[in-house]
Protein backbone atom coordinates (compact mmCIF):
# COMPACT_ATOMS: atom_id res chain seq x y z
CA UNK A 1 0.00 0.00 0.00
CA UNK A 2 1.68 2.99 -1.10
CA UNK A 3 -0.01 6.57 -0.04
CA UNK A 4 0.58 9.76 -1.58
CA UNK A 5 2.75 11.70 0.58
CA UNK A 6 2.92 15.32 -0.77
CA UNK A 7 5.91 15.95 1.70
CA UNK A 8 9.60 16.20 0.79
CA UNK A 9 8.67 12.95 -1.38
CA UNK A 10 6.17 10.00 -1.36
CA UNK A 11 6.96 6.57 -1.72
CA UNK A 12 7.25 4.91 -5.34
CA UNK A 13 6.40 1.53 -6.36
CA UNK A 14 9.37 0.53 -5.41
CA UNK A 15 9.76 -1.70 -2.23
CA UNK A 16 13.91 -1.37 -2.70
CA UNK A 17 13.75 2.32 -2.63
CA UNK A 18 11.39 2.42 0.49
CA UNK A 19 13.96 0.41 2.64
CA UNK A 20 16.90 2.13 1.54
CA UNK A 21 14.73 5.91 2.93
CA UNK A 22 14.11 3.54 5.82
CA UNK A 23 17.84 2.71 6.12
CA UNK A 24 18.90 5.95 5.37
CA UNK A 25 16.57 7.78 8.12
CA UNK A 26 17.70 5.05 10.44
CA UNK A 27 21.20 6.25 9.55
CA UNK A 28 20.61 9.62 10.23
CA UNK A 29 18.64 9.66 13.40
CA UNK A 30 21.40 7.19 15.03
CA UNK A 31 24.04 10.51 13.89
CA UNK A 32 21.80 12.32 15.80
CA UNK A 33 20.19 14.90 12.74
CA UNK A 34 17.24 16.23 12.74
CA UNK A 35 14.65 15.80 10.22
CA UNK A 36 11.52 17.35 9.48
CA UNK A 37 7.93 15.51 10.26
CA UNK A 38 7.04 13.47 8.06
CA UNK A 39 3.55 11.90 6.84
CA UNK A 40 4.04 8.90 4.75
CA UNK A 41 6.96 9.69 2.82
CA UNK A 42 10.12 8.84 1.79
CA UNK A 43 12.07 9.71 -1.68
CA UNK A 44 13.94 13.27 -1.88
CA UNK A 45 13.94 16.30 -4.03
CA UNK A 46 16.99 18.83 -5.31
CA UNK A 47 14.50 21.51 -4.66
CA UNK A 48 14.98 24.30 -1.87
CA UNK A 49 12.67 26.86 -0.72
CA UNK A 50 13.11 30.10 -2.80
CA UNK A 51 12.14 32.38 0.42
CA UNK A 52 13.01 32.18 3.79
CA UNK A 53 10.32 31.01 5.93
CA UNK A 54 7.95 33.91 7.34
CA UNK A 55 8.57 34.37 11.05
CA UNK A 56 5.69 33.78 13.27
CA UNK A 57 5.15 37.67 13.90
CA UNK A 58 4.69 38.75 10.24
CA UNK A 59 1.40 38.22 10.30
CA UNK A 60 0.81 39.86 13.39
CA UNK A 61 -0.98 43.49 12.63
CA UNK A 62 -1.50 42.97 8.90
CA UNK A 63 -4.76 43.38 7.45
CA UNK A 64 -5.24 39.67 5.81
CA UNK A 65 -3.73 37.04 7.79
CA UNK A 66 -3.42 34.09 5.86
CA UNK A 67 -2.57 30.61 7.80
CA UNK A 68 -1.32 27.51 5.61
CA UNK A 69 -1.27 24.04 6.79
CA UNK A 70 0.74 21.69 4.46
CA UNK A 71 4.03 19.97 3.88
CA UNK A 72 6.76 20.25 1.54
CA UNK A 73 4.49 20.74 -1.37
CA UNK A 74 3.11 24.34 0.44
CA UNK A 75 6.93 24.53 1.54
CA UNK A 76 9.08 24.50 -1.12
CA UNK A 77 9.22 27.98 -2.52
CA UNK A 78 7.50 29.45 -0.38
CA UNK A 79 3.56 29.14 -1.76
CA UNK A 80 2.57 31.13 1.06
CA UNK A 81 4.92 33.62 -0.04
CA UNK A 82 3.73 33.95 -3.29
CA UNK A 83 -0.12 34.19 -2.38
CA UNK A 84 0.60 36.82 -0.12
CA UNK A 85 2.09 38.80 -2.92
CA UNK A 86 -0.11 38.16 -5.38
CA UNK A 87 -3.02 39.46 -2.71
CA UNK A 88 -1.46 42.25 -2.08
CA UNK A 89 -1.03 43.15 -5.89
CA UNK A 90 -4.56 43.03 -6.39
CA UNK A 91 -5.72 44.90 -2.99
CA UNK A 92 -3.79 47.50 -3.15
CA UNK A 93 -3.21 49.74 0.00
CA UNK A 94 -3.50 46.70 2.19
CA UNK A 95 -1.43 44.78 4.38
CA UNK A 96 -1.00 41.10 3.40
CA UNK A 97 0.92 38.39 5.75
CA UNK A 98 1.35 34.66 5.58
CA UNK A 99 2.75 31.83 8.01
CA UNK A 100 2.61 28.45 8.27
CA UNK A 101 1.73 26.00 11.03
CA UNK A 102 4.72 24.28 11.78
CA UNK A 103 6.19 20.90 10.78
CA UNK A 104 5.60 18.26 7.62
CA UNK A 105 1.62 16.76 8.76
CA UNK A 106 -1.11 15.09 6.70
CA UNK A 107 -4.36 17.04 7.67
CA UNK A 108 -5.49 14.18 10.29
CA UNK A 109 -2.24 14.77 11.93
CA UNK A 110 -2.82 18.51 12.54
CA UNK A 111 -5.91 17.92 14.22
CA UNK A 112 -3.93 16.56 17.16
CA UNK A 113 -1.00 18.28 16.90
CA UNK A 114 -0.64 20.79 19.96
CA UNK A 115 1.69 23.53 17.91
CA UNK A 116 -0.50 23.54 14.61
CA UNK A 117 -3.64 24.02 17.40
CA UNK A 118 -1.71 26.87 19.33
CA UNK A 119 -0.55 28.58 15.90
CA UNK A 120 -4.53 28.37 14.32
CA UNK A 121 -6.13 29.37 18.12
CA UNK A 122 -2.81 32.07 18.37
CA UNK A 123 -4.83 34.82 16.46
CA UNK A 124 -7.82 36.09 14.19
CA UNK A 125 -6.75 34.28 10.48
CA UNK A 126 -8.46 36.03 7.55
CA UNK A 127 -8.41 32.58 5.92
CA UNK A 128 -6.59 29.01 6.11
CA UNK A 129 -5.62 27.31 3.67
CA UNK A 130 -5.68 23.45 4.12
CA UNK A 131 -3.30 20.98 1.87
CA UNK A 132 -1.87 17.32 2.78
CA UNK A 133 -5.16 15.23 2.79
CA UNK A 134 -3.72 11.60 2.86
CA UNK A 135 -4.70 9.84 -0.52
CA UNK A 136 -3.42 6.39 -1.71
CA UNK A 137 -1.21 7.10 -4.75
CA UNK A 138 -2.73 4.08 -6.57
CA UNK A 139 -6.57 4.95 -6.32
CA UNK A 140 -7.05 1.73 -4.32
CA UNK A 141 -7.76 2.42 -0.85
CA UNK A 142 -9.39 5.39 1.18
CA UNK A 143 -8.49 7.18 3.62
CA UNK A 144 -10.34 9.26 6.59
CA UNK A 145 -11.24 12.17 5.49
CA UNK A 146 -13.28 13.35 9.10
CA UNK A 147 -9.96 15.11 10.25
CA UNK A 148 -9.58 17.70 7.92
CA UNK A 149 -13.74 17.98 7.84
CA UNK A 150 -13.16 18.74 11.45
CA UNK A 151 -10.26 21.65 10.87
CA UNK A 152 -12.81 22.36 8.00
CA UNK A 153 -15.59 23.17 10.82
CA UNK A 154 -13.08 24.72 13.44
CA UNK A 155 -11.92 27.36 10.87
CA UNK A 156 -15.22 28.25 10.53
CA UNK A 157 -15.71 28.33 14.16
CA UNK A 158 -12.93 31.04 14.71
CA UNK A 159 -14.01 33.21 11.95
CA UNK A 160 -11.46 31.92 9.35
CA UNK A 161 -12.42 30.88 5.67
CA UNK A 162 -11.23 27.45 4.99
CA UNK A 163 -9.77 26.86 1.66
CA UNK A 164 -8.85 23.55 0.40
CA UNK A 165 -5.31 23.17 -1.84
CA UNK A 166 -5.23 19.71 -4.02
CA UNK A 167 -2.23 18.58 -4.94
CA UNK A 168 -0.98 18.82 -8.93
CA UNK A 169 -0.97 15.48 -10.51
CA UNK A 170 2.69 14.07 -10.59
CA UNK A 171 4.09 13.93 -13.88
CA UNK A 172 2.65 11.57 -16.12
CA UNK A 173 0.44 10.12 -14.02
CA UNK A 174 -3.56 11.03 -14.83
CA UNK A 175 -5.08 11.67 -11.39
CA UNK A 176 -6.19 15.52 -11.59
CA UNK A 177 -9.49 14.72 -10.87
CA UNK A 178 -9.57 12.13 -8.58
CA UNK A 179 -7.47 14.07 -6.42
CA UNK A 180 -10.23 17.60 -6.92
CA UNK A 181 -13.15 14.99 -6.31
CA UNK A 182 -11.30 13.65 -3.37
CA UNK A 183 -11.50 17.66 -1.70
CA UNK A 184 -14.54 18.35 -3.22
CA UNK A 185 -16.12 15.55 -0.80
CA UNK A 186 -14.66 17.27 1.99
CA UNK A 187 -16.21 20.29 1.19
CA UNK A 188 -19.55 18.59 0.87
CA UNK A 189 -19.52 17.74 4.44
CA UNK A 190 -17.85 20.56 5.79
CA UNK A 191 -17.99 23.60 3.15
CA UNK A 192 -14.88 25.21 2.08
CA UNK A 193 -13.39 26.70 -1.10
CA UNK A 194 -11.58 24.14 -3.36
CA UNK A 195 -9.03 25.15 -5.11
CA UNK A 196 -8.73 23.93 -8.94
CA UNK A 197 -4.59 23.97 -8.66
CA UNK A 198 -4.39 20.35 -10.68
CA UNK A 199 -6.75 21.68 -13.38
CA UNK A 200 -4.67 24.84 -14.29
CA UNK A 201 -1.04 22.39 -14.05
CA UNK A 202 -2.89 19.95 -16.85
CA UNK A 203 -4.13 23.67 -18.82
CA UNK A 204 -0.92 25.14 -18.29
CA UNK A 205 1.24 21.51 -19.52
CA UNK A 206 -1.20 21.97 -22.74
CA UNK A 207 -0.64 25.50 -23.34
CA UNK A 208 3.09 25.86 -22.34
CA UNK A 209 4.62 22.19 -22.27
CA UNK A 210 8.25 24.68 -22.58
CA UNK A 211 7.49 25.66 -19.44
CA UNK A 212 8.73 23.18 -16.72
CA UNK A 213 6.85 22.56 -13.60
CA UNK A 214 7.72 19.02 -12.19
CA UNK A 215 10.68 19.36 -10.15
CA UNK A 216 13.17 15.97 -11.17
CA UNK A 217 11.27 13.45 -8.65
CA UNK A 218 8.35 14.06 -10.79
CA UNK A 219 6.57 15.03 -7.33
CA UNK A 220 7.30 18.42 -6.31
CA UNK A 221 7.31 21.71 -8.38
CA UNK A 222 10.38 23.57 -9.16
CA UNK A 223 9.52 27.30 -9.10
CA UNK A 224 7.27 27.76 -11.67
CA UNK A 225 4.97 25.37 -10.72
CA UNK A 226 4.98 26.58 -6.84
CA UNK A 227 4.15 30.27 -8.66
CA UNK A 228 1.23 28.45 -10.82
CA UNK A 229 -0.25 26.85 -7.21
CA UNK A 230 0.26 30.17 -5.66
CA UNK A 231 -1.87 32.29 -8.33
CA UNK A 232 -4.83 29.54 -8.37
CA UNK A 233 -5.05 30.12 -4.19
CA UNK A 234 -4.80 33.99 -4.46
CA UNK A 235 -7.28 33.57 -7.15
CA UNK A 236 -9.77 31.61 -4.97
CA UNK A 237 -9.11 33.61 -1.87
CA UNK A 238 -10.03 36.84 -3.90
CA UNK A 239 -11.92 36.49 -6.39
CA UNK A 240 -9.90 38.06 -8.38
CA UNK A 241 -9.38 36.44 -12.57
CA UNK A 242 -5.66 34.90 -11.92
CA UNK A 243 -4.65 37.75 -15.20
CA UNK A 244 -5.67 40.60 -13.04
CA UNK A 245 -2.47 39.99 -10.55
CA UNK A 246 0.62 41.95 -11.49
CA UNK A 247 4.19 40.12 -12.14
CA UNK A 248 5.79 39.22 -9.00
CA UNK A 249 9.73 39.73 -7.98
CA UNK A 250 10.97 36.02 -8.94
CA UNK A 251 14.34 35.39 -10.19
CA UNK A 252 13.34 32.18 -11.30
CA UNK A 253 10.42 32.78 -13.39
CA UNK A 254 10.23 35.84 -15.23
CA UNK A 255 7.71 38.13 -16.28
CA UNK A 256 6.88 36.72 -19.25
CA UNK A 257 6.45 32.95 -18.05
CA UNK A 258 4.38 34.51 -15.10
CA UNK A 259 1.99 36.20 -17.96
CA UNK A 260 1.37 32.65 -19.91
CA UNK A 261 0.86 30.56 -16.06
CA UNK A 262 -1.29 33.20 -14.97
CA UNK A 263 -3.46 32.60 -18.70
CA UNK A 264 -3.55 29.29 -17.66
CA UNK A 265 -4.70 29.47 -14.07
CA UNK A 266 -7.31 31.89 -15.62
CA UNK A 267 -8.45 29.05 -17.93
CA UNK A 268 -8.51 26.54 -15.16
CA UNK A 269 -10.50 28.67 -12.76
CA UNK A 270 -13.12 29.26 -15.67
CA UNK A 271 -14.17 25.79 -16.31
CA UNK A 272 -13.57 24.99 -12.38
CA UNK A 273 -15.01 27.87 -10.42
CA UNK A 274 -13.02 27.66 -7.30
CA UNK A 275 -15.82 29.06 -4.90
CA UNK A 276 -18.45 27.23 -6.00
CA UNK A 277 -18.35 24.58 -2.29
CA UNK A 278 -18.30 28.13 -0.48
CA UNK A 279 -20.83 30.45 -2.25
CA UNK A 280 -21.73 32.08 0.97
CA UNK A 281 -18.06 32.95 1.81
CA UNK A 282 -16.74 36.63 1.17
CA UNK A 283 -13.83 37.19 -0.68
CA UNK A 284 -11.13 38.63 0.98
CA UNK A 285 -11.72 42.44 1.34
Not at 31 to 57: E, N, R, Y
Amino acid sequence: MFIHCCQAGRFGPSVVGFLRQTALLALLTAAGLGLPACSGGGGSTSSAPTFPVLPPTATGNADITLLFMGNSHTDFHDVPGMVAALVRSVRPGRTVAADRAPGYLFLEERLSDPATLAKLNGQRWSAVVLQAQKYSSSGQFSYSTAEAEELVRMTRRLGSQPVMFPEWPRRGVTETQRIYDLHVSIARVAPACVAPVGQAWDVAAARAPDVVLHDGDGNHAVPAGAFLAAVVLAATLTGASPTDFAAIPLAAVDAATQQRLRAAAAEAVAATPARSHCPGDPVLP
